[in-house]
């Protein structure tokens, strides 16, 4: 698992998310965030071919993006709840 995997992980607990193995993550987040987990899910294809030494750094930026779009839906989501919106 790489370190942006696992601070999915952290965030994913944090909001309440049981943890399991990735595509259990993935079709829990499919529940609320049905567009943003083909994010993860591409972000996650790029960790695997990463970690086999078949990535380029275009395919690691990529693989950030995707994140980043996951993490900003799961905490602007909670931004909103907390200021009661």
């Known amino acids: ?3 942006v995997e696992s601070l999915v992980s ?5 909001r309440g998310y049981p943890i399991g193995e990735f595509e259990q993550r993935a079709a829990d987040i499919s529940v609320d965030y049905p567009v ?5 899910r591409a972000a996650h ?17 990529q693989a950030m993006v995707h994140y980043h779009k996951l993490f900003q839906e799961l905490l602007d989501e909670r931004e909103a709840q907390r200021n009661g919106a």
Do not use: C, F, K, P
């Open 36 to 40: 943003v987990v083909e994010n993860y």
């Open 10 to 14: 952290e965030v994913m607990q944090a």
């Open 1 to 3: 698992m790489t370190i």
């Open 45 to 61: 294809t790029i960790a695997l071919r990463h970690s086999a030494g078949q990535t380029s750094t275009e395919d690691l930026r």
